[in-house]
Protein backbone atom coordinates (compact mmCIF):
# COMPACT_ATOMS: atom_id res chain seq x y z
CA UNK A 1 0.00 0.00 0.00
CA UNK A 2 1.29 3.55 -1.00
CA UNK A 3 2.21 5.24 1.86
CA UNK A 4 -0.56 2.98 4.01
CA UNK A 5 -3.02 5.30 2.35
CA UNK A 6 -5.60 4.98 -0.68
CA UNK A 7 -7.52 7.60 -2.20
CA UNK A 8 -10.76 8.00 -1.67
CA UNK A 9 -11.29 8.44 -5.28
CA UNK A 10 -10.74 4.66 -5.28
CA UNK A 11 -14.03 4.18 -3.79
CA UNK A 12 -15.89 6.32 -5.91
CA UNK A 13 -18.83 4.30 -8.25
CA UNK A 14 -17.48 5.33 -11.41
CA UNK A 15 -19.70 2.56 -13.71
CA UNK A 16 -17.36 2.27 -16.61
CA UNK A 17 -17.33 -0.83 -18.32
CA UNK A 18 -15.30 -1.76 -22.17
CA UNK A 19 -16.34 -4.60 -23.99
CA UNK A 20 -13.29 -3.23 -27.29
CA UNK A 21 -14.05 -4.85 -30.40
CA UNK A 22 -11.39 -6.59 -32.45
CA UNK A 23 -9.95 -5.10 -35.40
CA UNK A 24 -11.99 -7.65 -38.30
CA UNK A 25 -8.61 -9.29 -39.63
CA UNK A 26 -7.60 -10.51 -36.39
CA UNK A 27 -11.22 -12.18 -35.97
CA UNK A 28 -10.69 -13.66 -39.78
CA UNK A 29 -7.49 -15.14 -38.75
CA UNK A 30 -8.92 -16.70 -35.33
CA UNK A 31 -12.36 -17.82 -37.32
CA UNK A 32 -9.12 -19.27 -40.17
CA UNK A 33 -7.48 -20.78 -37.43
CA UNK A 34 -10.12 -22.62 -35.77
CA UNK A 35 -10.90 -23.61 -39.19
CA UNK A 36 -7.30 -25.35 -39.86
CA UNK A 37 -7.64 -27.00 -36.50
CA UNK A 38 -11.01 -28.64 -37.04
CA UNK A 39 -10.03 -30.11 -40.71
CA UNK A 40 -7.06 -31.69 -39.43
CA UNK A 41 -9.40 -32.63 -36.38
CA UNK A 42 -11.64 -34.71 -38.43
CA UNK A 43 -8.47 -35.87 -40.01
CA UNK A 44 -7.25 -37.66 -36.78
CA UNK A 45 -10.43 -38.45 -36.05
CA UNK A 46 -10.79 -40.66 -39.10
CA UNK A 47 -7.26 -41.88 -38.62
CA UNK A 48 -8.23 -43.28 -35.29
CA UNK A 49 -11.03 -44.91 -36.48
CA UNK A 50 -8.90 -46.98 -38.63
CA UNK A 51 -6.64 -47.57 -35.95
CA UNK A 52 -3.85 -45.00 -37.12
CA UNK A 53 -4.24 -43.08 -34.16
CA UNK A 54 -4.91 -44.28 -30.37
CA UNK A 55 -8.08 -42.48 -29.16
CA UNK A 56 -7.31 -41.32 -25.83
CA UNK A 57 -11.00 -40.76 -25.05
CA UNK A 58 -12.92 -42.93 -23.01
CA UNK A 59 -14.63 -45.27 -25.20
CA UNK A 60 -17.41 -48.08 -24.60
CA UNK A 61 -16.79 -51.93 -25.90
CA UNK A 62 -17.67 -52.57 -29.40
CA UNK A 63 -20.95 -54.67 -27.96
CA UNK A 64 -21.94 -51.54 -26.16
CA UNK A 65 -22.18 -49.15 -28.83
CA UNK A 66 -25.09 -50.77 -30.22
CA UNK A 67 -27.43 -49.71 -27.81
CA UNK A 68 -27.58 -46.26 -25.62
CA UNK A 69 -23.65 -44.87 -25.97
CA UNK A 70 -22.29 -43.85 -22.36
CA UNK A 71 -20.04 -41.39 -23.61
CA UNK A 72 -21.01 -38.67 -26.56
CA UNK A 73 -17.84 -39.18 -29.23
CA UNK A 74 -19.18 -36.13 -31.43
CA UNK A 75 -19.83 -33.58 -28.74
CA UNK A 76 -16.33 -34.47 -27.35
CA UNK A 77 -14.68 -33.25 -30.67
CA UNK A 78 -13.18 -30.13 -29.29
CA UNK A 79 -12.14 -31.10 -26.44
CA UNK A 80 -9.97 -34.10 -27.91
CA UNK A 81 -8.54 -32.79 -31.13
CA UNK A 82 -7.91 -28.81 -29.72
CA UNK A 83 -8.65 -28.29 -25.49
CA UNK A 84 -6.36 -30.74 -24.20
CA UNK A 85 -3.43 -29.62 -26.29
CA UNK A 86 -3.92 -26.72 -24.68
CA UNK A 87 -3.69 -28.20 -20.80
CA UNK A 88 -0.08 -27.86 -20.37
CA UNK A 89 -0.30 -24.61 -19.63
CA UNK A 90 -2.72 -24.93 -16.79
CA UNK A 91 -4.34 -27.40 -14.32
CA UNK A 92 -1.23 -28.21 -12.34
CA UNK A 93 -1.26 -29.67 -8.62
CA UNK A 94 -1.26 -27.01 -6.40
CA UNK A 95 1.95 -27.66 -3.30
CA UNK A 96 1.20 -24.76 -1.17
CA UNK A 97 -1.57 -22.22 0.49
CA UNK A 98 -3.04 -20.60 -2.76
CA UNK A 99 -1.47 -17.12 -1.59
CA UNK A 100 -0.45 -14.00 -3.72
CA UNK A 101 2.23 -16.72 -4.29
CA UNK A 102 1.96 -20.74 -4.30
CA UNK A 103 3.97 -23.76 -4.99
CA UNK A 104 3.51 -25.59 -8.33
CA UNK A 105 4.50 -29.22 -9.00
CA UNK A 106 6.37 -29.94 -12.39
CA UNK A 107 4.90 -32.38 -14.66
CA UNK A 108 5.32 -33.42 -17.98
CA UNK A 109 3.40 -35.53 -20.85
CA UNK A 110 4.31 -37.37 -24.25
CA UNK A 111 0.37 -37.75 -24.97
CA UNK A 112 -0.50 -34.25 -25.39
CA UNK A 113 -2.01 -34.08 -21.77
CA UNK A 114 -3.67 -37.03 -21.58
CA UNK A 115 -1.68 -38.49 -19.25
CA UNK A 116 1.33 -36.81 -17.12
CA UNK A 117 4.63 -38.33 -15.48
CA UNK A 118 5.15 -36.20 -12.31
CA UNK A 119 8.78 -35.37 -11.94
CA UNK A 120 8.84 -34.82 -7.86
CA UNK A 121 10.10 -30.93 -8.42
CA UNK A 122 8.22 -27.98 -7.15
CA UNK A 123 8.34 -24.75 -8.90
CA UNK A 124 8.56 -22.73 -6.03
CA UNK A 125 6.98 -18.54 -5.51
CA UNK A 126 5.02 -18.48 -8.81
CA UNK A 127 2.80 -15.58 -8.75
CA UNK A 128 -0.66 -16.37 -8.42
CA UNK A 129 -2.67 -14.37 -10.86
CA UNK A 130 -5.28 -16.97 -11.12
CA UNK A 131 -6.84 -17.61 -7.28
CA UNK A 132 -10.25 -16.13 -6.57
CA UNK A 133 -8.44 -15.06 -3.91
CA UNK A 134 -9.83 -11.21 -3.41
CA UNK A 135 -9.15 -10.05 0.00
CA UNK A 136 -5.41 -12.27 0.54
CA UNK A 137 -7.43 -14.14 3.28
CA UNK A 138 -6.00 -17.44 1.69
CA UNK A 139 -3.18 -17.64 4.01
CA UNK A 140 -1.33 -19.88 6.53
CA UNK A 141 -0.25 -17.34 9.41
CA UNK A 142 -0.29 -19.63 12.60
CA UNK A 143 -1.77 -16.58 14.96
CA UNK A 144 -4.99 -15.53 13.27
CA UNK A 145 -5.40 -19.26 12.31
CA UNK A 146 -5.57 -20.08 16.24
CA UNK A 147 -9.38 -20.31 16.65
CA UNK A 148 -9.92 -22.09 13.12
CA UNK A 149 -7.45 -24.38 14.98
CA UNK A 150 -9.47 -24.64 17.83
CA UNK A 151 -12.63 -25.19 16.34
CA UNK A 152 -10.85 -28.28 14.27
CA UNK A 153 -9.79 -29.76 18.06
CA UNK A 154 -13.19 -29.39 19.64
CA UNK A 155 -15.60 -30.34 16.58
CA UNK A 156 -13.87 -32.37 14.17
CA UNK A 157 -13.22 -32.29 10.56
CA UNK A 158 -16.71 -32.62 9.53
CA UNK A 159 -20.35 -33.54 10.95
CA UNK A 160 -21.52 -35.87 8.74
CA UNK A 161 -24.96 -35.10 8.60
CA UNK A 162 -27.60 -32.80 7.17
CA UNK A 163 -28.81 -29.85 8.84
CA UNK A 164 -32.51 -31.15 8.75
CA UNK A 165 -30.73 -34.24 10.62
CA UNK A 166 -27.82 -33.35 13.54
CA UNK A 167 -25.84 -31.30 11.65
CA UNK A 168 -27.22 -27.92 13.32
CA UNK A 169 -24.71 -26.75 15.20
CA UNK A 170 -24.48 -23.16 17.14
CA UNK A 171 -21.66 -22.35 14.74
CA UNK A 172 -23.91 -21.97 11.85
CA UNK A 173 -26.53 -19.95 13.52
CA UNK A 174 -23.96 -17.98 14.60
CA UNK A 175 -22.37 -17.33 10.76
CA UNK A 176 -26.19 -16.70 9.71
CA UNK A 177 -26.87 -14.00 12.00
CA UNK A 178 -23.31 -12.67 10.92
CA UNK A 179 -23.99 -12.71 7.92
CA UNK A 180 -27.45 -11.14 7.74
CA UNK A 181 -25.88 -8.69 9.89
CA UNK A 182 -22.94 -7.91 7.56
CA UNK A 183 -25.43 -7.63 4.39
CA UNK A 184 -28.03 -5.99 6.11
CA UNK A 185 -30.97 -8.24 5.60
CA UNK A 186 -33.20 -10.09 8.07
CA UNK A 187 -31.91 -13.46 7.81
CA UNK A 188 -29.30 -15.70 5.90
CA UNK A 189 -28.65 -19.32 5.79
CA UNK A 190 -25.70 -20.97 4.68
CA UNK A 191 -24.85 -24.12 2.36
CA UNK A 192 -21.20 -25.75 2.16
CA UNK A 193 -20.87 -25.55 -1.77
CA UNK A 194 -21.36 -22.48 -3.54
CA UNK A 195 -22.34 -24.27 -6.80
CA UNK A 196 -25.06 -26.58 -5.26
CA UNK A 197 -26.17 -23.26 -3.58
CA UNK A 198 -27.51 -21.86 -6.84
CA UNK A 199 -28.41 -25.48 -8.59
CA UNK A 200 -30.81 -26.70 -5.77
CA UNK A 201 -32.29 -23.16 -4.25
CA UNK A 202 -33.56 -21.40 -7.74
CA UNK A 203 -35.05 -25.12 -8.38
CA UNK A 204 -37.09 -24.19 -4.85
CA UNK A 205 -37.82 -21.11 -5.68
CA UNK A 206 -39.93 -21.47 -9.22
CA UNK A 207 -41.48 -24.44 -10.91
CA UNK A 208 -43.55 -24.92 -13.58
CA UNK A 209 -45.94 -21.97 -14.73
CA UNK A 210 -42.97 -19.78 -13.69
CA UNK A 211 -40.43 -17.66 -15.92
CA UNK A 212 -36.94 -16.82 -15.68
CA UNK A 213 -35.54 -14.30 -17.39
CA UNK A 214 -31.44 -14.89 -16.97
CA UNK A 215 -28.55 -12.96 -18.45
CA UNK A 216 -27.30 -14.74 -21.00
CA UNK A 217 -23.62 -14.62 -19.22
CA UNK A 218 -24.77 -16.25 -16.27
CA UNK A 219 -22.65 -19.20 -14.07
CA UNK A 220 -23.27 -22.78 -15.21
CA UNK A 221 -24.59 -23.17 -11.79
CA UNK A 222 -27.48 -20.73 -12.39
CA UNK A 223 -28.30 -22.50 -15.78
CA UNK A 224 -28.37 -25.75 -13.97
CA UNK A 225 -30.18 -24.50 -11.44
CA UNK A 226 -33.05 -22.82 -13.42
CA UNK A 227 -33.18 -26.22 -15.79
CA UNK A 228 -33.97 -28.19 -12.83
CA UNK A 229 -36.72 -25.97 -11.69
CA UNK A 230 -38.89 -26.57 -14.79
CA UNK A 231 -39.51 -23.25 -15.58
CA UNK A 232 -39.50 -21.46 -18.54
CA UNK A 233 -35.98 -19.69 -19.36
CA UNK A 234 -35.94 -16.79 -21.35
CA UNK A 235 -32.02 -15.25 -21.76
CA UNK A 236 -31.34 -11.66 -22.55
CA UNK A 237 -27.81 -10.36 -23.85
CA UNK A 238 -25.47 -9.02 -21.17
CA UNK A 239 -26.62 -6.06 -19.09
CA UNK A 240 -28.97 -5.37 -22.06
CA UNK A 241 -31.83 -2.84 -19.96
CA UNK A 242 -33.67 -2.44 -23.36
CA UNK A 243 -33.90 -5.90 -24.60
CA UNK A 244 -34.82 -7.03 -20.54
CA UNK A 245 -37.40 -4.55 -20.18
CA UNK A 246 -39.11 -6.14 -23.75
CA UNK A 247 -39.54 -9.79 -21.83
CA UNK A 248 -40.45 -8.14 -18.77
CA UNK A 249 -43.50 -6.43 -20.90
CA UNK A 250 -43.98 -8.74 -23.21
CA UNK A 251 -44.40 -12.01 -20.08
CA UNK A 252 -46.49 -9.44 -18.53
CA UNK A 253 -48.96 -8.73 -21.39
CA UNK A 254 -49.04 -12.04 -23.27
CA UNK A 255 -48.67 -14.48 -20.31
CA UNK A 256 -47.54 -17.85 -20.26
CA UNK A 257 -47.76 -19.87 -24.31
CA UNK A 258 -50.73 -21.44 -25.27
CA UNK A 259 -53.03 -20.69 -22.11
CA UNK A 260 -52.05 -16.96 -21.97
CA UNK A 261 -52.34 -17.23 -18.02
CA UNK A 262 -50.35 -14.72 -16.12
CA UNK A 263 -46.71 -16.45 -14.89
CA UNK A 264 -46.71 -16.91 -11.38
CA UNK A 265 -43.70 -15.73 -11.03
CA UNK A 266 -41.15 -13.42 -12.58
CA UNK A 267 -37.61 -14.26 -11.55
CA UNK A 268 -34.49 -11.96 -12.75
CA UNK A 269 -31.75 -13.52 -12.86
CA UNK A 270 -27.89 -11.99 -12.42
CA UNK A 271 -24.87 -12.09 -11.07
CA UNK A 272 -22.76 -9.57 -9.07
CA UNK A 273 -19.51 -9.49 -10.82
CA UNK A 274 -19.33 -11.91 -14.26
CA UNK A 275 -16.51 -14.25 -14.18
CA UNK A 276 -15.73 -14.22 -17.69
CA UNK A 277 -15.86 -10.96 -18.72
CA UNK A 278 -15.45 -8.67 -15.57
CA UNK A 279 -18.45 -6.88 -16.01
CA UNK A 280 -20.35 -5.34 -13.35
CA UNK A 281 -24.38 -5.52 -13.15
CA UNK A 282 -26.50 -2.30 -13.72
CA UNK A 283 -28.14 -3.64 -10.59
CA UNK A 284 -29.85 -0.02 -10.36
CA UNK A 285 -31.61 -0.30 -13.76
CA UNK A 286 -32.90 -3.52 -13.33
CA UNK A 287 -34.33 -2.65 -9.54
CA UNK A 288 -36.10 -0.15 -11.35
CA UNK A 289 -37.27 -2.52 -14.46
CA UNK A 290 -38.25 -5.07 -11.27
CA UNK A 291 -40.49 -2.45 -9.45
CA UNK A 292 -42.08 -1.24 -12.58
CA UNK A 293 -43.12 -4.94 -13.71
CA UNK A 294 -43.41 -6.89 -10.50
CA UNK A 295 -41.06 -9.13 -10.92
CA UNK A 296 -38.67 -10.92 -8.43
CA UNK A 297 -34.68 -10.69 -8.72
CA UNK A 298 -32.05 -13.33 -7.38
CA UNK A 299 -28.69 -12.02 -7.46
CA UNK A 300 -25.09 -13.73 -7.42
CA UNK A 301 -22.57 -12.26 -5.66
CA UNK A 302 -20.23 -14.92 -5.62
CA UNK A 303 -17.31 -12.68 -7.41
CA UNK A 304 -18.54 -9.39 -5.93
CA UNK A 305 -19.19 -9.88 -1.96
CA UNK A 306 -16.12 -8.76 -0.11
CA UNK A 307 -14.55 -7.17 -3.96
CA UNK A 308 -16.66 -4.34 -4.22
CA UNK A 309 -17.58 -1.67 -2.40
CA UNK A 310 -16.68 0.69 -0.09
CA UNK A 311 -16.68 -1.66 3.07
CA UNK A 312 -16.19 -4.99 0.91
CA UNK A 313 -19.94 -5.58 0.87
CA UNK A 314 -20.92 -6.00 -2.96
CA UNK A 315 -22.23 -4.74 -5.88
CA UNK A 316 -25.70 -3.32 -3.59
CA UNK A 317 -23.37 -1.23 -1.80
CA UNK A 318 -20.57 -0.18 -4.47
CA UNK A 319 -24.38 1.63 -5.83
CA UNK A 320 -25.27 3.30 -2.78
CA UNK A 321 -28.69 0.64 -3.20
CA UNK A 322 -30.76 -1.14 0.06
CA UNK A 323 -30.55 -4.41 -0.11
CA UNK A 324 -34.35 -4.85 0.48
CA UNK A 325 -33.95 -3.97 -3.17
CA UNK A 326 -32.82 -7.33 -4.02
CA UNK A 327 -35.30 -10.32 -3.45
CA UNK A 328 -32.72 -13.12 -3.25
CA UNK A 329 -29.12 -12.17 -2.12
CA UNK A 330 -26.85 -15.52 -2.85
CA UNK A 331 -23.24 -15.30 -2.74
CA UNK A 332 -19.91 -17.81 -2.01
CA UNK A 333 -17.47 -18.11 0.33
CA UNK A 334 -14.65 -19.69 -1.73
CA UNK A 335 -13.31 -16.32 -2.91
CA UNK A 336 -13.21 -13.79 -0.82
CA UNK A 337 -13.72 -15.23 2.36
CA UNK A 338 -10.99 -18.20 1.81
CA UNK A 339 -13.19 -21.09 2.59
CA UNK A 340 -16.16 -23.10 1.06
CA UNK A 341 -20.02 -22.91 0.40
CA UNK A 342 -22.41 -20.27 0.26
CA UNK A 343 -25.55 -18.46 1.18
CA UNK A 344 -29.01 -17.03 0.81
CA UNK A 345 -29.87 -14.12 2.17
CA UNK A 346 -33.18 -11.75 2.80
CA UNK A 347 -36.17 -11.71 4.37
CA UNK A 348 -37.31 -13.98 6.81
CA UNK A 349 -39.98 -15.47 4.97
CA UNK A 350 -37.57 -16.31 2.48
CA UNK A 351 -34.94 -18.15 4.47
CA UNK A 352 -38.25 -20.38 6.44
CA UNK A 353 -38.99 -21.31 2.82
CA UNK A 354 -36.06 -22.38 1.93
CA UNK A 355 -34.86 -24.37 5.40
CA UNK A 356 -37.72 -26.28 4.85
CA UNK A 357 -37.99 -26.95 0.59
CA UNK A 358 -33.91 -26.56 -0.50
CA UNK A 359 -32.25 -29.96 -1.46
CA UNK A 360 -29.65 -28.77 -0.31
CA UNK A 361 -30.63 -28.26 3.43
CA UNK A 362 -32.47 -31.28 3.35
CA UNK A 363 -29.56 -33.69 2.03
CA UNK A 364 -26.45 -32.24 2.09
CA UNK A 365 -23.91 -32.77 4.62
CA UNK A 366 -23.94 -29.19 6.11
CA UNK A 367 -20.80 -26.74 6.55
CA UNK A 368 -17.78 -28.06 8.21
CA UNK A 369 -17.16 -26.38 11.67
CA UNK A 370 -13.54 -25.28 10.83
CA UNK A 371 -14.70 -23.69 7.37
CA UNK A 372 -17.82 -22.05 9.61
CA UNK A 373 -15.06 -20.47 11.91
CA UNK A 374 -12.76 -19.25 8.94
CA UNK A 375 -15.40 -17.34 7.12
CA UNK A 376 -16.53 -15.93 10.84
CA UNK A 377 -13.03 -14.79 11.13
CA UNK A 378 -13.10 -13.00 7.70
CA UNK A 379 -16.46 -11.39 8.21
CA UNK A 380 -15.53 -10.34 12.07
CA UNK A 381 -11.96 -8.45 10.31
CA UNK A 382 -14.06 -6.88 7.78
CA UNK A 383 -16.63 -5.90 10.12
CA UNK A 384 -13.51 -4.48 12.51
CA UNK A 385 -14.96 -6.84 15.25
CA UNK A 386 -11.50 -8.27 15.85
CA UNK A 387 -10.08 -5.20 17.05
CA UNK A 388 -8.33 -3.93 14.26
CA UNK A 389 -8.73 -2.47 10.90
CA UNK A 390 -7.40 -4.87 8.86
CA UNK A 391 -10.09 -5.98 7.08
CA UNK A 392 -10.88 -1.97 5.54
CA UNK A 393 -6.96 -1.75 4.69
CA UNK A 394 -7.33 -4.76 2.70
CA UNK A 395 -10.64 -3.66 0.86
CA UNK A 396 -8.99 -0.28 0.12
CA UNK A 397 -5.88 -2.64 -1.06
CA UNK A 398 -7.76 -4.36 -3.58
CA UNK A 399 -9.08 -1.06 -4.97
CA UNK A 400 -5.62 0.15 -5.42
CA UNK A 401 -4.56 -2.98 -6.93
CA UNK A 402 -6.99 -3.68 -9.52
CA UNK A 403 -7.24 0.46 -10.57
CA UNK A 404 -3.21 0.32 -11.07
CA UNK A 405 -3.40 -3.35 -12.97
CA UNK A 406 -6.33 -2.04 -15.11
CA UNK A 407 -4.99 1.12 -15.95
CA UNK A 408 -0.88 -0.23 -16.71
CA UNK A 409 -2.87 -2.27 -19.11
CA UNK A 410 -5.27 0.49 -20.86
CA UNK A 411 -1.45 2.17 -21.43
CA UNK A 412 -0.25 -1.11 -23.07
CA UNK A 413 -3.41 -1.11 -25.85
CA UNK A 414 -4.20 -4.20 -25.28
CA UNK A 415 -8.48 -5.03 -25.04
CA UNK A 416 -9.75 -5.79 -22.02
CA UNK A 417 -13.21 -6.46 -21.11
CA UNK A 418 -14.64 -5.15 -17.92
CA UNK A 419 -15.43 -2.63 -15.27
CA UNK A 420 -12.97 -0.30 -14.10
CA UNK A 421 -13.22 -1.43 -10.23
CA UNK A 422 -13.79 -5.13 -11.01
CA UNK A 423 -10.65 -7.54 -9.57
CA UNK A 424 -11.80 -9.85 -12.51
CA UNK A 425 -9.45 -8.73 -15.35
CA UNK A 426 -9.68 -10.16 -19.42
CA UNK A 427 -7.58 -9.84 -21.78
CA UNK A 428 -8.35 -11.00 -24.86
CA UNK A 429 -5.89 -12.63 -26.99
CA UNK A 430 -8.28 -14.74 -29.42
CA UNK A 431 -6.18 -17.18 -31.13
CA UNK A 432 -5.69 -20.63 -29.03
CA UNK A 433 -2.24 -20.90 -29.90
CA UNK A 434 -1.77 -17.25 -28.72
CA UNK A 435 -2.76 -18.09 -24.98
CA UNK A 436 -1.31 -21.04 -24.84
CA UNK A 437 1.98 -19.81 -25.39
CA UNK A 438 1.42 -17.12 -23.29
CA UNK A 439 0.71 -19.11 -20.66
CA UNK A 440 3.63 -21.66 -21.15
CA UNK A 441 6.04 -18.61 -21.09
CA UNK A 442 4.33 -17.00 -17.88
CA UNK A 443 4.75 -20.31 -16.08
CA UNK A 444 8.62 -20.08 -17.41
CA UNK A 445 8.84 -16.55 -15.55
CA UNK A 446 7.00 -18.05 -12.54
CA UNK A 447 3.63 -16.62 -13.06
CA UNK A 448 0.44 -18.39 -13.03
CA UNK A 449 -1.74 -17.44 -15.20
CA UNK A 450 -5.08 -18.77 -16.58
CA UNK A 451 -6.89 -18.83 -19.68
CA UNK A 452 -9.74 -19.34 -21.30
CA UNK A 453 -12.00 -20.25 -24.01
CA UNK A 454 -14.35 -22.15 -25.97
CA UNK A 455 -17.01 -23.22 -24.59
CA UNK A 456 -16.57 -20.96 -21.21
CA UNK A 457 -15.90 -18.35 -24.21
CA UNK A 458 -17.16 -17.19 -27.48
CA UNK A 459 -14.92 -19.53 -29.77
CA UNK A 460 -13.14 -16.33 -31.12
CA UNK A 461 -12.78 -14.69 -27.84
CA UNK A 462 -10.08 -16.72 -26.42
CA UNK A 463 -8.40 -14.41 -23.46
CA UNK A 464 -6.29 -15.10 -20.25
CA UNK A 465 -8.04 -14.02 -17.14
CA UNK A 466 -6.06 -12.25 -14.35
CA UNK A 467 -7.61 -12.18 -10.65
CA UNK A 468 -6.56 -9.38 -8.82
CA UNK A 469 -5.70 -9.73 -5.24
CA UNK A 470 -5.53 -7.43 -2.13
CA UNK A 471 -1.86 -10.15 -1.22
CA UNK A 472 -0.64 -9.18 -4.84
CA UNK A 473 2.09 -6.35 -3.57
CA UNK A 474 2.93 -3.58 -6.58
CA UNK A 475 6.27 -5.37 -7.09
CA UNK A 476 4.32 -8.59 -8.00
CA UNK A 477 2.07 -6.38 -10.55
CA UNK A 478 4.52 -4.67 -11.86
CA UNK A 479 6.74 -7.85 -12.80
CA UNK A 480 3.36 -9.44 -14.30
CA UNK A 481 3.01 -6.16 -16.56
CA UNK A 482 6.30 -6.67 -18.00
CA UNK A 483 6.31 -9.96 -18.97
CA UNK A 484 2.83 -9.33 -20.15
CA UNK A 485 3.96 -6.38 -22.33
CA UNK A 486 6.83 -7.84 -23.52
CA UNK A 487 4.75 -11.07 -24.71
CA UNK A 488 2.42 -8.62 -26.04
CA UNK A 489 4.50 -7.64 -28.47
CA UNK A 490 5.62 -10.69 -29.46
CA UNK A 491 2.24 -12.56 -29.97
CA UNK A 492 1.04 -9.28 -31.43
CA UNK A 493 -1.89 -9.04 -29.17
CA UNK A 494 -2.23 -5.23 -28.61
CA UNK A 495 -5.32 -4.23 -30.77
CA UNK A 496 -6.77 -1.91 -28.77
CA UNK A 497 -7.34 1.75 -29.80
CA UNK A 498 -8.78 3.04 -26.16
CA UNK A 499 -5.87 3.81 -25.13
CA UNK A 500 -6.07 5.67 -21.77
CA UNK A 501 -3.41 7.85 -19.80
CA UNK A 502 -2.54 6.24 -16.26
CA UNK A 503 -4.18 7.97 -13.26
CA UNK A 504 -1.43 9.82 -11.11
CA UNK A 505 -3.41 9.07 -8.48
CA UNK A 506 -2.89 5.41 -8.24
CA UNK A 507 1.01 5.59 -8.07
Known amino acids: M ?28 TYLCYGILILFGYLRDFMRAWGLEKCHMAEERKEQKDFVPLYQDFENFYKRNIYMRLRDAFSRPVCSVPGAKFDLMERLTDDYNWTYRYTGKVIKDVINMGSYDYLGFAENDAESLREVEGVLKTYGAGICSSRQEMGHLGKHQELEDMVAEFLNVEAAMVFSMGFATNSTNIAALVGKGCLILSDELNHTSVILGARLSGATIRTFPHNNMKNLEKLLREAVIRGQPRSHRAWKKILIVVEGIYSMEGSVVRLPEIV ?14 AHSIGAVGPTGRGVVEY ?3 DPADVDVMMGTFSKSFAAAGGYIAGKKELVQYLRNHSQSAV ?28 GQKRVNQLAYNTRYFRQRLHEMNVITYGNDDSPVVPVLMYMPSKVGAFARHMLKKKIGVVIVGFPATPIAEARVRFCISAAHTKEMLDKVLDELDKMGDILYVKHSKKSRSINKEVH
Open 2 to 29: QNGVIKASLHKKEFKETFEEAPMYILVL
Open 319 to 321: FGM
Open 288 to 301: ALKKKYKAYLYMDE
Open 363 to 390: YATCMSPSVTEQILRVIKCLMARDGTVL
